[in-house]
């Protein structure tokens, strides 16, 4: 939770200077401790739904314990789905007119598998539409993964993705290139992160459409982005949800459909394997149809396995999450608390601590 600047001590005002959330005497005696309520629009396919599900709700859990936080996942009925999953959300999500009327704090939005090269031609494309249009004004902020980003950037500016030469695939050192925003806070200047896709959005699109790029990669490219007013939606390029397995489990799918004469041979995730866990990984696509050898690879190769990215993308969320907190209404269906304003929810583009860096 934020301090409270509680007396004229220096270092308020110092820590103040430095990103750091704090609360005056007055907002801390009328600020409500509340619960935050947060909207999971989650649009992968059967086979990641839940796996994505787990990752996402996680990285929420891992946050402020003094927060309580209502997790509401719900899909789009547009989407193609089994017999199965669709029971599933049945059973266990919200649908989106439920949470339009009862109202969100904030929204995570996943990536999606696509089968058109124009995302406005896939059949989500307006329920997505529909479901944005409405946070825009009703939800504090929007946090959107890999193809939503996409998705979104195409709605709000008209960028267009690019079509990568090869998927971008692998785990990738990061350079955090705002280092006074909150939302990076106690996260270190060079952190790593899972990328897989098949496009890209750059810098030089991103910039200017008035948007701000908080850390990039070299070899991987733009990892995380906000909107110019720096808090209503934050987009990632990349996977921070993702298991230390996620790409191994990606990797095996590619292995299986190079057996079954799908594609050619696939490469290895760029970064991500190292030492003995590199020839076990290269035996995986010539291995398959034999369970028992998979079997042994996959044993063998788990503890090889490094997760480099999740202590960051737990603290991104933290901050994020705790932004949120710091402006939201009470009541969830309303975007803001009285005095707040939306262009410049944090007071980072007016007068604020941060406003030299974010011009």
Known sequence: MPLVAHSGLPAFADLERHGHE???????????????????????????????????????????????????PFSLPEI?????????????????????????????????????????????????????RWAEQNVTSTLCSCLATHALLKLRHGIERAPLPAKRWGVYSHKVTAPHHPLLREVNT????????????????????????????????????????QLRLIYFQGHPEYDAASLWKEYKREAFRFAAGERERPPLPENYLSGEAVPLALELPDATGNEARVAAIESAIAPLIDNTWGDTAKAIFNNWLGLVYRVTDLDRRRAFMPGIDPEDPLGLLAGGPYESTMR
């Open 190 to 229: 060079r952190f790593d992160a899972p990328h897989s896709r098949y496009n890209d959005i750059s810098r030089a699109q991103l910039e200017p459409a008035g948007l701000t790029v908080l850390a990039e990669s070299e070899a991987g490219g733009v990892h995380l982005a906000t909107s110019r007013d």
């Open 22 to 72: 704090l609360l005056s005497v007055d907002r801390a005696i009328h600020q409500d401790i509340r619960e935050l309520h947060i909207g999971f629009l989650n649009m992968m396919p059967d086979a990641a739904l839940r796996a994505t599900e787990r990752q996402f709700i996680r990285l929420v859990g891992a946050c402020n314990r003094i927060v309580q936080f209502y997790v509401y």
């Open 80 to 132: 193609e789905r089994s017999a199965e999953a669709r029971d599933y959300i049945a059973r266990y999500y919200s649908t989106f007119d439920q949470l339009r009327e009862s109202g969100l704090d904030a929204l995570i939005i996943t990536g999606a598998n696509v089968a058109n090269p124009a995302l406005d031609e896939e059949p989500f494309w307006e329920p997505l539409v529909e479901v944005a």
